[in-house]
């Protein structure tokens, strides 16, 4: 009658399969303490000191808040009344042993973890994983809609469109993220991009629990062993593709002309960051001219655009699109006329003119766009 009767005055709080070594989302824990300080609770009972708090800290801060109240609060299983006399002393070293608990709990589970992923068992999150899902045996599955968004992300990025154009354009097309967002951060396109999981392999404990109170999680550099484990799950990205993707990626992180400065990578145009400055070494950028009331386009080297780099006196001419355009069709005209030997000793010179670009990107590019196709 009387579980009944606090069942009804909504007396009763609960945090059903909530650990009780943090309390920032015990919802029904938090209610309690602040029906306490309002006046409205005389009581607290509660099963165990390890029901009622697992960190001694919170435990023993939320007791004396409640003493100021004088408000007691009784564990039945240790039979500790807080406002007796020897209560704070039992309960100190009770909660201590329930904090130890906990950790021990927390260890057997990372250390179990850990032989799993020794053993080459995957163990992923799909809530917000874009692609995937779990099949009854736990086991990752295609799912095919979204896995086309995700191969759409991958090839519109190699055809030279920055994060914020693919945003853009899925978020036009009504396309949600993982997570049921319409907007599409670079960050989450770059983790996308960077996924080993969508080629059908897994790195595992990329991030770790370091507290385990707090459950807060941090990026795994070398504090413990990760574990790689190849063709664990059905793949949605071909690994030449994403291999592409990868060397994309730190070419425009690392672009470096010759004058020593760092360049901001571009793939909006065909030519953006593979035409060089013969006299300085720098990159030539795309821009407009004004021409008795007409516009033209012409290529310049950057070091003439931009004026913090005039200091530089480069001399090279500025070059009217059009005429670069014509230079590089006569130059492909004349590879592609060439026999197979020509054209397999023309690729690693046209590798070393290029800086150590990877060569041959456009025909992988054209062949993995056809797998992707299949």
Excluded at 65 to 73: A, G, R, W, Y
Excluded at 131 to 138: I, M, P, S
Excluded at 184 to 191: E, F, H, I, N, V
Aim: proline share 2%.
């Amino acid at each position: 009658m009387i579980l009944f009767f606090h069942y009804q005055k909504s007396w009763r709080h609960a945090d059903d399969g909530i650990s009780g070594t943090n309390t920032k989302k015990r919802e029904e824990f938090n209610r309690m303490i602040d029906d306490c300080m309002a006046g409205q609770i005389d009581m607290v009972v509660t099963k165990s000191i390890s029901r009622f708090a697992r960190n001694t800290l919170d435990c023993l801060n939320y007791i004396r808040q409640l003493k100021d109240k004088n408000i007691p609060v009784y564990f039945e299983k240790e039979g500790i009344n807080t406002l007796d006399a020897k209560g704070e002393i039992m309960l100190t070293i009770m909660a201590s042993l329930a904090q130890q608990e906990s950790q021990s709990l927390s260890q057997n589970v990372r250390l179990g973890l850990q032989y799993r992923y020794q053993q080459g068992k995957v163990q992923v999150c799909t809530n917000r994983f874009l692609g995937y899902d779990k099949d009854e045996t736990g086991k990752l599955v295609i799912n095919p809609e979204e896995a086309e968004v995700v191969r759409r992300i991958y090839r519109e990025y190699l055809e030279g469109k920055s994060y914020y154009e693919i945003g853009k354009r899925l978020t036009a097309d009504g396309i949600k993220t993982a997570a049921g967002s319409v907007f599409w951060l670079a960050t989450t396109l770059r983790k996308i991009l960077r996924n080993e999981k969508y080629i059908g392999d897994a790195l595992l404990q990329k991030t770790i629990t370091t507290d385990f109170l707090t459950k807060k999680r941090v990026e795994n550099k070398g504090i413990v062993s990760q574990y790689y484990v190849e063709s664990s799950h059905e793949a949605i990205i071909p690994k030449k593709l994403y291999m592409m993707v990868q060397e994309k990626m730190v070419r425009k992180a690392n672009l470096e002309t010759g004058t020593g400065k760092r360049r901001i990578y571009s793939g909006k145009y065909a030519l953006s960051s593979i035409v060089y400055c013969a006299h300085c070494g720098d990159v030539f950028q795309r821009t407009h001219w004004n021409v008795h009331g007409r516009k033209k386009i012409v290529w310049r080297c950057v070091s003439r655009l931009h004026k913090k780099d005039r200091d530089i006196n480069c001399p090279a001419r500025t070059v009217t699109e059009a005429d670069l355009h014509a230079v590089v069709v006569q130059a492909i005209n004349e590879v592609c006329a060439k026999s197979v030997q020509s054209q397999d000793n023309y690729l690693p010179s046209c590798k070393s003119f290029t800086r150590h670009k990877p060569a041959g990107i456009l025909e992988e590019s054209i062949s993995s766009r056809k797998e992707m196709a299949c």
